[in-house]
């Protein structure tokens, strides 16, 4: 893998904010900067990646530190994709649960994204007991 550095300090507010634009996700969710910077502030653990000082990927995860983790906000720069940071941001988010003995680990998956997670050693939940969620978006 080309040299990127990783990082669990969080990254800067503008920087984030582009690269979570990257995803589409923002159509839906109409966050400010502060509003996702607040958030990001919240989790429990960050990873940032860099190639230079360009925010090239991150992961984070809110957890209860002791059962439940729940990783969010996966992203890599579409320029970055394929070379292997997704896996390695979600590598060190799963390192960091074992490191506590987080019970369990979950995700949702977008749409096309789940063999990705497969490759990563993630499995979908057992027939008949999806994932579930209500949206609440004003
Ligand atoms: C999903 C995402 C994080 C993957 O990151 P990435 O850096 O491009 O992926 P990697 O290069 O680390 O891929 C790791 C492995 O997964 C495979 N892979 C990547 N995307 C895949 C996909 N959509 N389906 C199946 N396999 C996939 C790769 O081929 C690679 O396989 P290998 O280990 O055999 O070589 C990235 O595509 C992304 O940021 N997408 C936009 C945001 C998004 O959808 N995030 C997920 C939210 S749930």
């Given at each position: 893998?080309?040299?990127?550095?990783?990082?669990?300090?969080?990254p800067e507010k503008q920087?984030?904010?582009?690269?979570?634009?990257?995803?589409?996700?923002?159509?839906?969710?109409?966050?400010?900067?502060?509003?996702?910077?607040?958030?990001?502030?919240?989790?429990?653990?960050?990873?940032?990646?860099?190639?230079?000082?360009?925010?090239?990927?991150?992961?984070?995860?809110?957890?209860?530190?002791?059962?439940?983790?729940?990783?969010?906000?996966?992203?890599?720069?579409?320029?970055?994709?394929?070379?292997?940071?997704?896996?390695?941001?979600?590598?060190?988010?799963?390192?960091?649960?074992?490191?506590?003995?987080?019970?369990?680990?979950?995700?949702?998956?977008?749409?096309?994204?789940?063999?990705?997670?497969?490759?990563?050693?993630?499995?979908?939940?057992?027939?008949?007991?999806?994932?579930m969620e209500i949206k609440?978006?004003?």
């Amino acid at each position: 893998m080309t040299n990127f550095r990783f990082s669990t300090d969080l990254p800067e507010k503008q920087l984030f904010y582009d690269l979570f634009l990257t995803t589409g996700w923002n159509i839906q969710y109409k966050l400010e900067p502060d509003e996702l910077y607040e958030a990001l502030n919240q989790s429990w653990y960050c990873i940032s990646a860099y190639h230079d000082n360009i925010l090239v990927g991150f992961g984070r995860m809110i957890c209860d530190g002791v059962v439940h983790a729940l990783i969010l906000d996966l992203i890599v720069h579409p320029d970055y994709q394929s070379k292997g940071i997704g896996k390695t941001i979600l590598n060190k988010l799963v390192d960091k649960c074992r490191q506590h003995r987080i019970r369990d680990i979950q995700l949702f998956s977008v749409k096309g994204k789940a063999g990705f997670y497969q490759k990563c050693g993630f499995k979908d939940r057992p027939e008949g007991a999806p994932g579930m969620e209500i949206k609440k978006i004003r």
